[in-house]
């Protein structure tokens, strides 16, 4: 059945919810599966953590060829190919009867994710118009808020009652569909070729995401001091500065840096960093201080923490209908400031804090969340014309893995620092430090929000000024009067 005889405006974001909830979902409930991969294999908790280091490490690796690959051949087959290949690994993981082989595989899966996530949101901003992007918009927040709180109750169930294999099992139906109903309703739209593959600008760039990514997903483990880390985030450090000057340099280049000199641009990435990952911090410290330091099951973590989805779910619909009204930079520094506040709260967890308790505060900061997700991911994208979408997704997509990394490394640094000499797991006072420092780290984000320009981002482009006219002298009321009674000329 050809593509056109459904409308673009349900496939494509049907293709983009489908697409970010799998790959969202796939990288959240491994980390589930890690100790019964460890015991099949036998080897250490310590040695399985490769496992999921390796995926954001090979994700790192792919995203600068995601906007070239795009542009050159469509999204159409670059998502259904690089959705192949993630659900054809996803199956190999499964299998494998090795921890090297699943090292392996996994990587695969990565270098598949990192294709899908910039494609789909290219295809998802090029097919709906600035002013119709406020509520396509509604549709990225799903697999966002959702993926997150299914995975752990989810990945628990399939470990506990079938085997760690079946985290990777699950994304053959999920998958297989979705490459079915690309290949039967997505269109391939053809955008401008964006040139010949910036070779040395792509080798740059893929070498220094995936060191830059292997060095803070593991530094926290490691320690940040340890050769391995350091030499791995100075080699990043370098790789980024040649990276910077060979693609600031090319005409066509595998990263169009040129984007951040606008500054709509070019703040909202930031915000989508400094403002995202205390969210997404606070995410990943709610299970920890509810398995380690009160001692709860998997289950009770999972269901203490899935609140945040309804939160969000709920703010998205309000800040929908007031985002042409009132703008980017009063609904995402509102939603920041209440995260703030709510973080500064759960400075006061305990071990007596219940599961409503936390019920609540997770439930808070997903209507504070939920404010910030739509208008910032609109806003971003507001000033950048179809022919740049490609490349302006892929560098969302590398803000995107950075903070997923730097969420959870800056927490484990933070527990491992304030964890007493000869304890395993950090008490609750650690916790509350933690905590402490994400709010602090918002509200800093949140003033640095108010400087975002709110213009141009109401759906359409700001409208060019025109030459002003000469400005006439404003004469008095009298003489005002006079001048009419002259222009009127004589009467009767």
């Known amino acids: 059945m050809p593509g056109r005889r459904l409308d673009q405006r349900l496939v494509v974001p049907v293709m983009f919810v489908a697409t970010f909830f799998l790959v969202v979902l796939d990288g959240a409930i491994t980390t589930v599966a890690l100790p019964s991969i460890a015991r099949q294999f036998g080897v250490s908790a310590a040695g399985s953590d490769s496992v999921a280091v390796v995926y954001p490490v090979c994700v790192g690796i792919s995203i600068p060829l995601s906007g070239w690959l795009g542009d050159r051949f469509g999204g159409k087959p670059v998502l259904i190919g690089a959705m192949g290949l993630f659900t054809a690994a996803s199956v190999l993981c499964g299998t494998a009867d090795g921890l090297g082989r699943l090292v392996l595989y996994r990587g695969l899966q990565g270098l598949a994710g990192g294709l899908l996530m910039p494609v789909a949101g290219a295809m998802l901003f090029r097919t709906f118009t600035p002013a119709e992007r406020v509520r396509a918009s509604r549709v990225m927040t799903i697999p966002q808020q959702a993926a997150p709180a299914i995975a752990p109750m989810l990945g628990g169930v399939l470990v506990d009652d079938l085997s760690w294999r079946w985290v990777f099992y699950v994304n053959l139906p999920l998958g297989v569909a979705t490459c079915l109903f690309g290949l039967l309703f997505l269109d391939n739209p053809r955008h401008p070729a964006p040139g010949r593959l910036d070779v040395p600008g792509l080798l740059l760039s893929a070498g ?56 709509v641009f070019r703040d909202t990435k930031v915000i989508g960093l400094i403002g995202v990952v205390p969210f997404m911090g606070a995410m990943y410290a709610a299970p920890l201080f509810i398995q380690e330091a009160q001692g709860g099951s998997a289950l009770r973590s999972g269901t203490s923490t899935f609140t945040e989805a309804i939160g969000v779910a709920l703010t998205v619909q309000v800040v ?18 209440f995260v703030t506040v709510v973080l500064g709260c759960m400075t006061n967890v305990d071990a007596g804090t219940g599961a409503w308790d936390m019920r609540l505060y997770m439930f808070l900061l997903g209507l504070g969340m939920g404010a910030v997700f739509m208008p910032l991911t609109v806003a971003s994208v507001s000033t950048v014309g179809k022919e740049d979408m490609g490349q302006a997704t892929t560098l969302g997509g590398v803000v995107f893995q950075l903070t997923t ?31 402490l420092v994400l709010a602090v780290m918002c509200a800093a984000a949140t003033l640095f929000t108010l400087k975002l320009e709110d213009a141009p981002a109401r759906g359409n482009p700001p409208r060019p000024r025109s030459p002003r006219a000469p400005r006439v002298p404003r004469l008095p009321r009298r003489r005002r009067a006079g001048a009419a009674a002259e222009a009127s000329g004589p009467r009767g």
């Open 208 to 263: 220094a995401m995936s060191l830059l990514m292997y060095g803070v997903c593991e530094g926290a483990r490691q320690g940040w001091s340890s050769p391995a880390i350091a030499g791995s985030l100075a080699a990043a450090a370098v790789l980024v500065a040649a990276t910077i000057v060979v693609e600031l340099r090319t005409p066509a280049p595998a990263l169009r840096l040129r984007l951040f000199k606008d500054a």
């Open 320 to 337: 929908a209908r007031l985002y042409d009204r009132v703008g980017p930079r009063l609904i995402i520094a509102g939603g920041l400031l």
């Open 405 to 435: 990394a730097l969420a959870p490394a800056l927490v484990a640094s933070l527990l491992i620092a304030g964890t007493p000499h000869g304890l395993r797991t950090a008490p609750p006072s650690t916790y509350r430090t933690v905590y």
